[in-house]
């Protein structure tokens, strides 16, 4: 007779709760979405996509920079810094990259078509790249500088961004939800592997 262990058991449970609540989740997702959209300050629509422009410059800059620095002073700080953070970055675009073209989940606004998308976009929506690579960079400068003053703008520029892709009606928040958990565990990844590999040195 087959018998459920404890883990396939949860696994089970799981699933079937996914089965079960994945219409209403889908229903509380566009709900959360249209709302923030389509009652969105448009007198803030610059402001938010100077935001949203400034992502994937400024988690290219900020490693540049750091390096930039290492070559002139030679300060190991530095280039620990720029390896961590820029690390971070990869990897966490290569696993956005990767859940995107293996889920394919379509735009809200190709779903949706009352849904006011301001922002062209052509790929997929799951999970969010800006706010995947926003949250990427906060938490890795936060690490790399654990200071209040460095955490709280950071934290603040990368909500900022991903708050603005559903203010332009282009995610879903479970989109930029997944997207800032990825981000983040990224950058807890790349510290520790980075740790690892100091320890072996």
């Known amino acids: 007779m087959f018998k459920l262990n404890s883990h396939t058991s949860i696994l089970v449970v799981l699933l079937t709760l996914l089965v079960c609540f994945k219409g209403t989740a889908q229903n509380l997702d566009i709900d959360i979405l249209r709302n923030i959209n389509h009652n969105r300050n448009t007198a803030l629509d610059p402001t938010f996509k100077t935001i949203t422009n400034s992502v994937f410059p400024v988690a290219i800059g900020v490693p540049a920079v750091l390096t930039t620095l290492h070559l002139l002073d030679k300060d ?35 779903t949706y078509p009352d849904i006011n998308h301001i922002t062209p976009e052509d790929s997929y929506s799951f999970p969010s790249g800006h706010a995947s690579t926003a949250f990427a960079l906060a938490t890795s400068v936060t690490m790399a500088y654990p200071k209040w003053y460095v955490a709280t703008p950071a934290y603040l520029w990368a909500s900022s961004a991903a708050y603005s892709r559903m203010h332009f009606g282009v995610h879903y928040p479970s989109d930029v939800i997944a997207g800032a958990l990825i981000g983040s565990g990224s950058a807890w990844l790349c510290y520790q592997l980075n740790k690892r590999l100091l320890q072996r040195k």
Do not use: C, E
């Open 76 to 110: 190991s700080a530095n280039k620990q810094r720029a390896i961590i953070i820029g690390g971070t970055v990869i990897i966490s675009s290569a696993i956005t990259g990767l859940l995107k073209y293996s889920i394919q989940r379509k735009r809200p606004f190709v």
